[in-house]
T-cell receptor
Framework: DTEVTQTPKHLVMGMTNKKSLKCEQH?????MYWYKQKAKKPPELMFVYSYEKLSINESVPSRFSPECPNSSLLNLHLHALQPEDSALYLC?????????????FGQGTRLTVV | QQPVQSPQAVILREGEDAVINCSSS?????VHWYRQKHGEAPVFLMILLKGGEQKGHEKISASFNEKKQQSSLYLTASQLSYSGTYFC????????????FGKGTLLTVNP
């Protein structure tokens, strides 16, 4: 199984809502990532977890809160988002070998903030 | 720190070749190449490491010039399935998972 599964595929939320994005992989990967991708732009790294510990936080606003409850799951909790946060949110995973290994991406959650 | 890709877009007919370039003003410890089709997830193509090691798919070829801090992806005898946006990613070094992607090259292969 070489899949990274993200749910939901689409999400529309108001600026006062609280929602969560979920990501799951069963490849035994110990590095997991959240990326944000705007239309016609490259993916931008938000967070990296290594062995369930937050390794990198790219100065992401606190309205985005990541969580890694176990080695297979990664969540992104959303609260009080702004319309400019509308984007495709991609989860990825890779083997924990210092960064130079293949990353497997999920299909993403397309988020619209209204 | 974002690598620079060229060209921004290229249109080919099936069977033609293309080269996509990636350069960095900062030190390149490794270069990662991904392809993303419209509405789909990025898919891994290749990693090029300092010292000449490569990891990737057999049908894809690429080069990495460490001195010039440049990498090139070679797409030969293109197929319709090659269409998509190609991103190169720069990793700065160390045990660091941060990959910074270039703006992408949109490749369109027509019949």
């Amino acid at each position: 199984d070489t899949e990274v599964t993200q749910t939901p595929k689409h999400l529309v939320m108001g600026m006062t809502n609280k929602k969560s994005l979920k990501c799951e992989q069963h490849m035994g990967h110990r590095a997991m990532y959240w990326y944000k991708q705007k239309a016609k732009k490259p993916p931008e790294l938000m967070f990296v977890y290594s062995y369930e510990k937050l390794s990198i936080n790219e100065s992401v606003p606190s309205r985005f809160s990541p969580e890694c409850p176990n080695s297979s799951l990664l969540n992104l909790h959303l609260h009080a988002l702004q319309p400019e946060d509308s984007a495709l949110y991609l989860c990825a995973s890779s083997q924990e070998r210092g960064g130079d290994t293949e990353a497997f991406f999920g299909q993403g959650t397309r988020l619209t903030v209204v | 720190q974002q690598p620079v890709q060229s060209p921004q877009a290229v249109i080919l007919r099936e069977g033609e070749d293309a080269v996509i370039n990636c350069s960095s003003s900062k030190a390149l410890y490794s270069v990662h190449w991904y392809r993303q089709k419209h509405g789909e997830a990025p898919v891994f193509l290749m990693i090029l490491l300092k010292g000449g090691e490569q990891k990737g798919h057999e049908k894809i070829s690429a080069s990495f010039n460490e001195k010039k801090q440049q990498s090139s992806l070679y797409l030969t005898a293109s197929q319709l399935s090659y269409s998509g946006t190609y991103f190169c990613g720069r990793r700065g070094g160390g045990s660091n998972y941060k990959l910074t992607f270039g703006k992408g090259t949109l490749l369109t292969v027509n019949p």
